[in-house]
């Protein structure tokens, strides 16, 4: 299995940025930074982006002073070395140096970062705390709760050149009353012609690699390519280059204007140019290949596809819908077509053709209860593990040997498409995932990216490609995403939930607001999923695995054209899988949004879901999956039960009807898959 750092020989043999031209907006420390990339073998571009000015008002730091001296502040939160050296020298002679010191000594400081500190030292103060790497405000919040109770407080906070809204959120939310201190402002560089320069560059396609060391270089790059007319060109060239940023609070400023974030490096400037020398070369090649991949020629026509030429009562979004019956089964009997899997019985009942044997797959086939996954899990982090696609790849592959099954889904997770989009992802052991940063009021909505690029998502389509080259030739391949509503409900929720009342609170006061998220969900789970496809996906399950929340009547309004949208944009030589969990009376509607088979969970007999639905659909489910937990006998006899019910009906997929759970005997697993083999003699 190859290893995904290394992505060809030519890569490994380059030494440095080996003549990369490397833009960067460093401004006080432009010619060390120039250096630096010199000595890394790339073409220094180099322009600084940003100068401090003090504010025009110096009257709301000498009152702030005033307060300081007065005893009315009780904490003093110190962000920047520049705004505590400006302060002083700004405030000194209206109420006395050495008043202002002492008075900074008397009460608890917390300094953000080594540069504060450095300047406190200068001026023969410690503080108090320090906030610890990556100095981050998350960072600063944590120091408090750790050491500082806050409530009914009153926190001097001198600022960076720009507000933090997170910060201060932060602060008042723990008690604290929030008293601001700005003594400066970033502006744009006093000769901006080196910065016009290289937004040029970038707009032309001529920059191999950005560098940025603070959200406001971008902000004033954005500011000049816009004068210029140039922004959209301006942010195409960032998606085209390899885009390094230090620190959490850079990357977010990237994410939130729907930029890449290749690299993210820590600490010093020349830690931050080695790592990118280092991976460079490889992210250059990578995201070649993956645009070869999504916007390359064209697949021959297939019947049924709409095209261009096609009349306008026959096109459905990409093709989908709307497509008689018998036209769409051509159109997914077209699509593999001299393929090893194409006759494979999985494919042939997503078709609801006759098969040799009951096809079977298990949702969660590759997870925690087997040893082999908790061995890998145990040496790395289960989203390090979702970014390492040849380790996703060897997971699922190790399953698929064990069990035997007639199908294979990628090893992922529904929850990474949320960090490009602006969301602060984080899996808690034990804890699940946690969103730090929800979508709770209307106006959230507008933070939340509209993604129009899989860059930052291209470990799922490698992950993709590895899986379906380790796979035997003739097993099929499942790419899968979260249906809209859930993706909402996690971004909503901030995690798991018992009675999703934000979600459905959001969902009735605001139907506009609702709408809009649910739309940026839909597109982004369109283009993650045709990015799949792309890769080498024979079928793609949509997984809506909490709208069982809802009623049919707020099913309908709130989440049907969402889902049916996503569904209509996909690429139509895929097969659909919609799969909705936690109400029977959901699934006339789940199929009327769409897909070619509908999953089904243990709620509802088999037969009665499939009489809901109809005869034009294949369905795949629906044993309860505490099921495994029991005898193996126990086990073996549901599963004849269950085909039984199927009485032969074509079109029918074996599964569970929710994932594997972790205490699940790995040898009930395979118990499973070989009952279902067997049928039911």
């Known amino acids: 299995m190859s290893d995904p750092a290394s992505i060809d020989t030519a890569v490994e043999s380059k030494k440095g940025f080996d003549g990369l031209r490397v833009v960067s907006l460093e401004s006080r420390r432009a010619a060390e930074m120039a250096k630096l990339i010199e000595k890394q073998k790339g073409v220094a571009l180099v322009s600084p982006s940003m100068r401090e000015e003090l504010v025009d008002d110096d009257r709301p730091a000498i009152e702030f002073a005033h307060r300081l001296v007065g005893g009315e502040i009780d904490m003093v939160l110190l962000l920047t070395g520049v705004g505590v050296r400006m302060f002083i020298e700004q405030v000194e002679r209206h109420v006395g140096r050495q008043r202002l010191l002492d008075a900074l000594s008397d009460i608890p400081t917390l300094a953000r970062g080594p540069k504060p500190v450095a300047v406190m030292r200068e001026l023969g103060l410690t503080p108090t705390h320090r906030a610890p790497a990556p100095n981050t405000w998350r960072e600063v919040l ?39 201190l ?14 016009e320069a290289n ?50 609070t850079t990357s977010e400023r990237l994410r939130a204007l729907d930029l890449p974030v290749d690299i993210e490096s820590s600490g010093a400037m020349g830690k931050m140019v080695a790592d990118a020398a280092s991976g460079a070369h490889a992210i250059i090649e990578r995201k070649a290949k993956l645009r070869q991949l999504l916007t390359g020629e064209p697949a021959a026509r297939v019947v049924g596809v709409a095209t261009h030429e096609d009349s306008d009562d026959q096109k459905g979004r990409n093709g989908r819908r709307p497509l008689a019956d018998e036209s769409r089964l051509q159109v997914l009997r ?17 078709r609801r053709e006759p098969v040799t044997r009951t096809p079977v797959w298990l949702m969660r086939q590759a997870g925690r209860y087997m040893p082999e996954y908790r061995e890998v899990r145990a040496k790395t982090s289960f989203l390090d593990l979702c970014k390492n696609p040849a380790l996703c790849s060897e997971v699922m592959c190790t399953a698929v040997d064990y069990l035997g099954v007639d199908a294979a889904i990628i090893f992922s997770d529904l ?27 209307s106006e959230d909505v507008d933070r939340v990216v509209d993604l129009t690029s899989v860059d930052s998502l291209w470990f799922v389509v490698e992950t993709v490609k590895q899986t379906r080259a380790d796979l035997p030739s003739g097993l099929p391949l499942i790419g899968f995403a979260g249906a809209p509503f859930t993706l909402a409900s996690y971004a909503i ?38 990015a799949q496809i ?55 509607l789940i199929a009327e949004a ?46 004849r039960g269950l085909l039984a019910s199927v009485a032969g009906r074509p079109g029918h997929i074996f599964n569970l009807g929710h994932g594997i759970v972790p205490p699940t005997p790995p040898e009930n697993a395979r118990a499973l898959v070989d009952a279902v083999h067997a049928g039911i003699a």
């Open 182 to 195: 700005q003594v400066y402002r970033w502006a744009l560089p006093d000769d901006t012609a080196p910065l």
């Open 334 to 350: 077209d699509a593999v077509a001299g393929q090893p899997w194409a006759d494979s019985d999985f494919l042939r009942a997503c």
């Open 415 to 441: 929850l990474p498409i949320l960090e490009p989009m602006g969301f602060d992802l984080e899996f808690a052991k034990g804890d699940g995932p946690k969103i730090h940063n929800p979508v709770r009021e």
């Open 594 to 639: 769409g897909g070619d088979v509908v999953g089904v969970d243990w709620r509802v007999e088999l037969a009665t879901a499939w009489d809901r639905l109809g005869p034009n659909v294949a369905v795949q489910g629906n044993l309860d999956p505490l099921t495994l937990l029991a005898p193996r006998e126990t086990v073996e006899r549901r599963a």
């Open 142 to 180: 944590a120091t408090i709760d750790a050491n500082l109770p806050v409530a009914n407080q009153t926190i001097g906070l001198q600022e960076y050149g720009e507000t933090n809204p997170s910060l201060i959120a932060g602060l008042e939310a723990r008690g604290a009353r929030v008293d601001r």
């Open 493 to 530: 929720e901030g995690g798991g939930s018992r009675n999703y009342l934000h979600t459905r609170t959001l969902m009735q006061r605001d139907e506009g607001a609702w709408a809009e998220l649910m739309r940026r969900f839909a597109r982004a789970a369109a283009l993650y999923l045709n």
């Open 199 to 248: 937004a040029k560059r970038l707009a032309a396609g001529e920059v191999d690699v950005v560098m940025l060391t603070s959200a406001n270089q971008l902000n004033n790059l954005l500011v000049v390519a816009e004068r210029l007319g140039i922004e959209e060109a301006v942010r195409e060239g960032f998606r085209n280059a390899v885009v390094v940023s230090i620190g959490p």
């Open 534 to 588: 792309a890769a080498g996906a024979q079928a793609v399950q949509l997984f809506d695995s909490w709208v069982g929340c809802l009623g049919p009547a707020d099913y309908r309004r709130y989440v049907l054209p969402y889902t049916k949208e996503l569904i209509d944009a996909l690429d139509p030589r895929a097969v659909v899988i919609h799969f909705g969990a936690g109400n029977p009376e959901l699934l006339p």
